[in-house]
């Protein structure tokens, strides 16, 4: 069965600072890939999302970026915290597709890191 | 515009009694729907989805949607709701930008269901 990971649960940083979030999931190959974010007022943002190794799309331009290092791993960074960076970071896999199928497919959550800059 | 849209941002049921949660769609082309739960500081989880085929789709922990094309809805429900169905629902639809597509969230709805 397929199970994704994420860390850390949690985590506190001042503003400024850098950040490297990891995803990764176990059971699959070559899933797309999504970081959400969730704002306390509980909507869901989606930030990036990748369809294979280096291709990766941005859907909302800002301090973050993200990268695909091997298959199976998502990396979400930042070189500088801004206090509006905090939030419930969520990523998410589907099965594999390219770009015109992503949005088929259900995704599954891993459990989220809380980031809250200072 | 494509969106999704959850006009409640509550539903409160009695233990027991019939639940419904409400969610509107606007897109081109065909809709793909679907529906996750979330509990407390814990990430989504699928629920069911909706791409064609009957109309009436059911899915995990006794939950059911039903797809309506003509009032664009796909509303989720369940016959005799429980005291742990009470987490936050969203609603989500398959949106077509160009040269790919992605999943648009709606805002959300917490559910609770009291004993």
């Known amino acids: 069965s397929q199970t994704i990971h994420q860390w850390p649960a949690t985590l506190v940083q001042p503003v400024g600072s850098p950040l490297s979030l990891e995803c990764t999931v176990e059971?699959?190959?070559?899933?797309?890939l999504y970081w959400y974010r969730q704002a306390a007022g509980r909507g869901l943002q989606l930030l990036f999302y990748?369809?294979?190794?280096?291709?990766i799309s941005s859907e909302v331009p800002q301090n973050l970026s993200a990268s695909r290092p091997q298959d199976r791993q998502f990396i979400l960074s930042s070189k500088k915290l801004l206090l509006s960076d905090s939030g419930f970071y969520l990523c998410?896999?589907?099965?594999?597709?390219?770009?015109?199928?992503?949005?088929?497919?259900?995704?599954?959550f891993g459990p989220g890191t809380r980031l809250t800059v200072t | 515009a494509q969106s999704v849209a959850q006009p409640e941002d509550q539903v409160n049921v009695a233990e027991g009694n019939p639940l419904t949660v409400k969610c509107t769609y606007s897109?081109?082309?065909?809709?793909?729907l679907f529906w996750y739960v979330q509990y407390p500081n814990r990430g989504l989880q699928f629920l069911l989805k909706?791409?064609?085929?009957?109309?009436l789709v059911k899915g995990s922990y006794g939950f059911e949607a039903e797809f309506n094309k003509s009032q664009t809805s796909f509303h989720l429900k369940k016959p005799s709701a429980l005291v742990s169905d009470s987490a936050l629902y969203f609603c989500?639809?398959?949106?077509?930008?160009?040269?790919?597509?992605?999943?648009?969230f709606g805002k959300g709805t917490m559910l609770l269901v009291s004993p």
């Open positions: 990748s369809v294979g190794i280096g291709q």
């Open positions: 897109v081109s082309g065909n809709p793909y």
């Open positions: 998410a896999w589907s099965s594999p597709g390219q770009w015109l199928l992503a949005g088929l497919y259900e995704q599954y």
């Open positions: 909706y791409i064609t085929g009957d109309n």
């Open positions: 989500a639809v398959r949106i077509m930008n160009s040269g790919y597509s992605t999943l648009t």
């Open positions: 059971g699959t190959s070559n899933p797309n």
